[in-house]
């Protein structure tokens, strides 16, 4: 039916793109952060930055209908009253209500801020989110700040609570800053499989680490908390900042993470794990904050992340 | 699919574009938890109407240039997508297929194909985290989403590629027709 040199074309192709993209795999997994692969994904970062930023801007909108839709769905009882205005002004509705959720993601920044234990010595820098990675294996944001506005690498980054409590902090660690151009950066989640974050309970003080659930953003475990220590529901969970004599420590200490909501509790297990509900909304990150200026060392924390 | 550089720009363009499109737009909306891939229609549309070796190329370019975008492990994507491109060409080759609501099925399976090995992928490399079983809803969602957006994409990459296709599916459906005056005997003007 084919003619055979279309057949050996066909194979050789795919054999040719697979082998590619193995080899390819391979240098990427063994070089080290300043090989070639990496330094040209630097360079294509640095060159989508400005269309994606443009992208985004332009297509705000479209996004703005989508979220709209979603805090319409959210605020259904409220939404039955006001349906016919809501009819009349959907365009103005969709823009204020945006504008009104980056503002409250702001605040929620800022009370972040002037809760007590929050590590001082910290300069926040706010900056947006102009891109998302698609899948839940890499949770990473690109943000529209860069080098040129102070931020480094492995500065820890907060975002704000969609929906804060009133007893609860108005937000909380998101990750760190895992890539760094002159105008864009790249923030790696607490919820990308690879993050992982020295966290204590308060008050009770048992220390462990924090890990995500791939898959989950809602539910943050605490692995390595010694089994006799009481834990409670409800209770927070922030950086345990600790210094060892030879870990350079990344996030200060005080920084709340989220709070208590379920412990498995294993009579075999030397550890107990923890569940925890993160304060800050990863599903929906609008605005972030950097914190660039390091604290002093005695208010550092270790960091897991290979 | 004929080689040239009209071809290859009209598959790299919108290639391009599905990446900054997908990474800036649709990555940020979430619908049940959920988001559109816009990427592998792409793939899967132009190994669709352009084979498999058009596939497997288009497959390999969208996974590099998504790693490069996204900062993801490089060749990850480029191996998943390669696979599914090849997959979805040959699917065509070997069955021919015509029929106008077709790149329904063959959306939603090159989305499935895409997210189960991309998951597979993803764990052989460097998971290291618990998996929520979330992840199933996630992947599931993503295809049904997905497979309502890929009519309009297919037919979209079919008006870009039309010229350079060597068989157009729906021409071959179109041809497949009997005249519309033929009579019972499939005669024209013969109405007995």
Known sequence: MYDKKVVRRRRAALAVFLALSIVILTAYFGESGGGFFHALQRGAQETFAPIETGASRALKPVQDFFDWAGDSIDAKDQNEQLREEVERLRSELAEAQTRERDSRQVRGLVGLHRQAGFPDGTEPVTARVIARSPNVWYSSLKIDKGSGDGIRLNQPVIAAANNPSDRGPV???????????????????????????????????????????????????????????????????????????RVESLFPRGIPIGEVTKVDLD???????????????????????????????????????? | ??????????????????????????????????????????????????????????????????????????????????AVGYGV????????????????????????????????????????????????????????????????????????????????????????????EAGPLGLRGIEV
């Open chain 2, 89 to 180: 060409g040959r699917l065509r080759e070997i069955r021919h297929p015509s029929h106008g609501l077709l790149p329904i099925p063959v959306g939603a399976a090159a989305t499935a194909g895409w997210v189960v090995a991309f998951a597979a992928v993803s764990f052989m490399l460097d998971v290291g985290a618990r998996v929520s079983p979330l992840v199933l809803r996630d992947m599931i969602v993503t295809v049904l989403l997905n497979a309502l957006l890929a009519l309009p994409v297919f037919v979209g990459c079919r008006r870009l590629l039309r010229r350079s296709l060597v068989v157009d599916p729906f021409e071959i459906r179109r041809r497949r027709q009997p005249p519309r």
């Open chain 2, 1 to 82: 699919m004929t080689l040239s550089v009209g071809s290859v720009l009209r598959v790299g363009v919108p290639l391009l574009l599905a990446v900054v499109l997908q990474l800036s737009v649709l990555s940020q909306i979430t619908i049940v938890g959920a988001q559109v891939d816009l990427v592998v229609l792409v793939v899967a549309a132009v190994a669709y109407y352009g084979g498999s070796v058009a596939g497997c190329a288009t497959g390999f370019a969208a996974g590099f240039l998504l790693d490069l975008a996204t900062g993801a492990t490089m060749g990850a994507s480029s191996l998943v997508l390669t």
């Open chain 1, 267 to 306: 009579e075999v297990e030397l550890y107990q794990r923890v569940h925890i509900r993160p304060f800050a909304d990863f599903r929906r990150i609008d605005i972030v904050q950097v914190l660039t200026r390091k604290p002093r060392a005695a208010e550092t924390a270790d960091v897991l992340t290979p």
């Open chain 1, 171 to 245: 937000g909380g660690l998101a990750g760190k800053v895992t890539r760094v151009t002159g105008g864009t950066a790249e923030v790696t989640l607490l919820t990308d499989a690879s993050s992982g974050v020295a966290a204590q309970i308060m008050p009770a003080g048992a220390a462990g680490v924090a890990k995500p659930e791939v898959g989950n953003p809602r539910d943050l475990l605490l692995d390595f908390v010694e089994g006799g220590r009481r834990v409670t529901e409800g209770t927070m969970v922030v950086t345990s900042g600790f210094k060892a004599s």
